[in-house]
C-alpha cells in the first residue's frame, strides 16, 4: 500500500517506529480530518511516545498484525501522535480519556467525530480479551457498530464532552489569592515518607520541583525540616535503583516505595531537573553526595542525550531487545564473568544484587558509601566496560525546545557553581541550536527538531517560557547581551500571543484551534508553562525593572495559587518561584573591567552559589546592554559585584569573601 510510510517523512522518532506498519496511519493535520469527513467514518487517535513500554506491547500486537490493520483501514482514519511532539493534543484528549474512564495513561486510545470531538476514549487495549478488558478488536467492532447504527447518541456525546471539559480547564480570573507556603511546607510534611524519602506511596516519581520549593523555604526561613526532607529524599534516590549507579542518570520513576525497581526509561527533563536540584542541594550543604550525582549526571547528559547537533535527545527508552531494563540490570554470575571473584562478591554485597527480578537479576544499589572508594571506582569502570557491549537502549533522538531549556538552566548552574566550564559550553552550545534551528525570525518557536531539521509543530508556553529563562541563566555566566535579546523576545512574544485577559493559554492564538484551548497550571512530570512563565517573568522583571514584566510574573503565580494551597506536590514550580518573590527577589550585577581578568568569574561563581536560587545574575563589561548592569562600573580596574533588590543596590564589592558575607550576612 503507498500509504503505509505516511509516516516515514516525520521527524518524530516515535512515529518513525511505526513508518512500516501495515495501519494506514496519519499524521496529525487537517488533511486526516478532512479524509474522515469526506469517508464519514471516526478517527482512531493513538497517542504516546518512543520510551513507553506498553506503547511498544501494543505496536507489536495490534498495529503490526494485517488484520487489525485492515479493519482500522476500512472503517476509521488512524491518527498517530507523539505526545512529546505535540502536548497540546495530549493535554486536549488525556482529559477526555480520564473523564470518561477515571485514569489516564499511555498509549491513550481515542475515537473521535471528523470535528475532533471525542466519543470513546481509553489507553492500552490487548489484542485478546482479559482480565476483563476487551480486546482491541472488539473494541474496534463496538465502535464501528455505534457509528453506523446509534450516530446521533455518538454525536450528543462528543459534543458535550467538549463543552464540558472546555469550560472546566478555562482558568477563571481568580480574586488575589496569596501562597501560604508555610502551609505548603505543613502539607508537604503529611505527605513525607520518613522512611524511604519522597512523598505518597508506590509508584515513586522523583519530586524535583518540590524540593527545590523547600531548598528555598529554608534558605529564606531557615526551616531545618524543609531541608531534612530534601536530604532525605535526595539520598534514597540518588542510593537506590531507579539511578544508574555505573554511569550516571536517573530512570523515570520507581516502581515500589523504596527507590529500587526503576521503570528504566531515562527521560531528559526528569535528569535536568534532577541535576538542579542536587546542584542546589550541594550549595545548600556541602554534601558529597550532591556533589557527587550533580556531576555524574550532568556527565550522563553530556556523554548519553547529547546530539550531533549540540542539542539534548528526549530520552533513552526502558526497553532492549523487547526485554524492559535488561541494558541494566546484572545477575551474580554475569558480575562474576566481568571481574574476579573476589570483586564479585564485593559488588554482590555492596549492591544488593539479591535476585530483584526473574531469571535472579538485579539492578544496581548503593546503600552506603563503599569503604574503598578507590576499588568501587575501578570495579564500576570494568562494568561499565562490560555493560557496553550489550544492545543499547533506543534514543529518542528528537530536540524538544522546553526540555532543552531546562537542561540549559540546570547545566549552566551546574557549570558555574561546579567549576565545570564543559557544562555551560554544553548549555551554550544547546542554546544555540535551539535559536538558529527552532527559532524564526519573527519570533515564533517551533517546539522540536531532529539531525537539525525543524519539525513543524508549533512551540507551546513551556517552550517559550523555559528557554528563554535557560537563556537568563545563560546571560549570568557568559556576559553575552544576545541571551538577553533572545530572552526578552521570547517572553514579549508569551505576552502577545499566549495571555487573554490576564489568563496564560497554552497555546498561541495564531496556533491551530483544536476543540478547546488548553490551560493546565499543574506541575506535573514537568513544570506547568504557566509556571515556568512565572520564572522567567521574575527573572527579566529583576533584570529590566519592567512593571510590565513583573505583573505578568503575579498574574501567572495567580494561575497555581489554588493548586499550592490545596495539593502542593502539584505546584512545586510555582511555589518555588513564589519563594524567590517573598525573599526580594535579588539581583546581582557584576561589572567587569573591559582590560582583562579581573576576578569576575570568582564573583560570578559566588553568585551563582551563595545567591538564593533564583537570583537575576548578569555579569559583564558595564557596556553591556542590560538594564540592570546601567551605572554599574568596575572599581580600581577590579570586577565589582553590586547586590540589589528592587534596583535598589548595596555598596559595590570586589572580594569574593565580601559577596559572600552581603549574601549570608548572618553567617
Sequence with gaps: MADVNRLGCSTSPYLLQHAGNPVDWWEWDEDAFAEAKRRDVPVFLSVGYSACHWCHVMAHESFEDPGTAAYLSEHFVSVKVDREERPDVDAIYMAATVAMTGQGGWPMSAFLTPAGEPFFCGTYFPKDARGGMSSFGQVLEAITDAWQNRRDQIDGIGKRVVEQLGAQGAQQPAAQETFDLDRAVQLLKTDFDPVHGGFGGAPKFPPSMALDFLLRQHRRTGDEDALAMVAHTCDRMARGGMYDQLAGGFARYSVDGQWVVPHFE???????????????????????????????????????????????????????????????????????????????????????????????????????????????????????????????????????????????????????????????????????????????????????????????????????????????????????????????????????????????????????QLVWRPQDATDNATPAGVSLAAEAFTTLASLTGSERYETAAQQALQASAAIAQRAPRFAGRALAVAETVASGPLEIAIAADPTGADGVGELRRVAFADGPWGTAIVAGTPDLAVPLMDGRVPIDGRAAAYVCQKFTCRLPVTLPEDLRHALHPTR
Design 266 to 512: 531515562k527521560m531528559l527533563y526528569d535528569n535536568a531537573l534532577l541535576l538542579d536540584v542536587y546542584t542546589h542541594w550541594w550549595t545548600s550543604t556541602a554534601d558529597p553526595l550532591a556533589k557527587r550525582i550533580a556531576e555524574q549526571t550532568a556527565d550522563f547528559l553530556l556523554a548519553e542525550l547529547r546530539t550531533s547537533e549540540g542539542g539534548f535527545a528526549s530520552a533513552l527508552d526502558a526497553d532492549t531487545e523487547g526485554e524492559e531494563g535488561k541494558y541494566y540490570v546484572w545477575t551474580p554470575s554475569e558480575l562474576r564473568a566481568a571481574l574476579s571473584p573476589e570483586d564479585a562478591d564485593w559488588v554482590v554485597d555492596l549492591c544488593d544484587v539479591t535476585g530483584t527480578f526473574e531469571h535472579g537479576s538485579s539492578v544496581l544499589q548503593l546503600r552506603r558509601d563503599p569503604e574503598d572508594p578507590e576499588r568501587w571506582d575501578r570495579v564500576r569502570r570494568v562494568l561499565l566496560e562490560a555493560r557496553s557491549e550489550r544492545a543499547y537502549p533506543g534514543r529518542d533522538d528528537k530536540v524538544v525546545a522546553a526540555w532543552n531549556g531546562l537542561a540549559i538552566t540546570a547545566l549552566t548552574r551546574a557549570g558555574v557553581v561546579l567549576d565545570r566550564p564543559e557544562y555551560v559550553e554544553a548549555a551554550r552550545a544547546a542554546a544555540v541550536l535551539i535559536q538558529d534551528v527552532h527559532l524564526e525570525e519573527g519570533g515564533r518557536l517551533f517546539r522540536t527538531s531532529r539531525d537539525g531539521a525543524r519539525g513543524n509543530a508549533d512551540g507551546v508556553l513551556e517552550d517559550y517560557a523555559a528557554f528563554a529563562q535557560g537563556c537568563l541563566t545563560l546571560l549570568g555566566a557568559t556576559g553575552d547581551g544576545e541571551w538577553f535579546r533572545v530572552a526578552e523576545g521570547l517572553l514579549d512574544r508569551v505576552l502577545e500571543q499566549f495571555v487573554a485577559d490576564g489568563s496564560y493559554f497554552d497555546t498561541a492564538a495564531d496556533a491551530e
